[in-house]
């Protein structure tokens, strides 16, 4: 699979605008397999080079890419999203483009999960559909210890959406000034449930769109705490007892004319057959699915009951301990008819993360599995004689667990290509086996003096 090449009226525009900006230098961005962001930086004067042969590296130094002996990759900026960096302004003006990754035989490397991505939004294009995907992103600022270390320790005490004049208030104005500069359109932002915890939202778009801007949107933030000396982090629970961090996602499917073919203004929840064919195959592949979008040891300790995030595999519209939520929609804007994933984690890569979300999905579509009915009682209050008598099953309770179902899932799998899937299973199992044999403090506390 070949991206086609950029038009030479954009390499114009950007050239343009990059003198017009003084920029000095241009980090070609990537992700590795866990969605960590990578860069090489050149000079300007290296970027058309760089657009028109792109830019070698070493592809066996990146997590999940190649072997030594199969390392060499070159980079091909990707101009659509090319962005001066807010915070990189002066003389050093900096600015970014995520690029695409290359084989040395000219084709995308099956190891890129930006292609990964860009392959599952080809297939579902050829059965006519564009996949649209809107992320809720949940984080926390911690402030420093008195030592500088990074410690959880929240800046604030406010509530959800409280209104605050504290710190966090300003900050928040500034991540969405640098989003907004970074081409990312925001539409709200609001303090969350926990002391320290936050939400900024920004707006739906096609997938692939989405995930460039989920990757942006982490470093973004980052960045602007640090100036603040306050860390942005997207651990999922990094304090025990209150909510932790979610990555909720709103997902639709639309036609080549823009229709949005999730809506049916006679269902009684909106709901066209495709769209219960989607989320039929979400649930069915839901407990392998959990390895790409709750990705860590930490994501567990999130999805436990009563902290709103869902642990059973169902569907409902306004109960939010289930899986899938179908949000109300007016029925005169049926663009807006959706369904809302709920165990996604910010940890996750979100090019991986989609991809899998669409692959479950569409296999619902082709298969026409059927959706069972909603369940709108609160789950967390339902015994396991009850959850067994309604067939309703549970997400993973940890990694190891999720890992043993996503090697039995075939959809899943193809989802992320032979490549991706074995490199992320090979350093998802190394991340469970160190846990697994780590001697934690907790277990020192209960049990070194007792026995």
Known sequence: ?????????????????????????????????????????????????????????????????????????YLIPDLRTFQIIPWERGENTTARTI???????????????????????????????????????????????ESG???PLPHDRAGYFDFSTDLASTVRKEMVNALEEMGIKVETSHHEVAAGQHEIDFEYADALTAADNTVTFKYTLKAIAQQHNLHATFMPKPILGINGSGMHTHQSLFDKNGNNVFADSNDEYGLSATAKHFIAGQLHHARAMAAVVAPLVNSYKRLVPGYEAPVYVSWARVNRSALIRVPRSNPQRPLATRAELRCPDPSCNPYLAFAVMLAAGLDGVRRKLPLPEPIEENLYAFDEDELTRRQIDVLPGSLG?????????????????????????????IEWNEYRLYVSPWELDRYLEEY
């Open 99 to 145: 690029c695409w990754v290359y084989s040395p035989t000219g084709e995308l490397f099956t190891g890129d999960p930006r292609a990964v991505l860009a392959r599952m939004m080809k297939e579902a294009e050829d059965l006519g559909y564009v996949f649209n995907a809107g992320p809720e992103i949940e984080f926390f600022l911690f402030r420093p210890d």
């Open 149 to 151: 270390a990074i410690q």
């Open 401 to 429: 667990e999720a890992l043993d179902e996503f090697r039995k899932d075939e959809v899943i799998q193809a989802g992320l290509g032979p490549h991706v899937y074995e490199r992320f299973l090979e350093a998802k199992t």
């Open 1 to 73: 699979m070949l991206v086609n090449p950029t038009p030479s009226g954009l390499v114009d525009e950007v050239m343009a605008r990059a003198e017009r900006e003084k920029v000095r230098f241009v980090n070609l961005q990537f992700t590795d397999v866990v969605g960590l962001v990578k860069s090489v930086t050149i000079p300007f004067e290296q970027l058309p080079d760089a657009i028109h042969h792109g830019k070698w590296f070493d592809g066996s130094s990146i997590e999940g890419f190649a072997r030594i002996a199969e390392s060499d990759m």
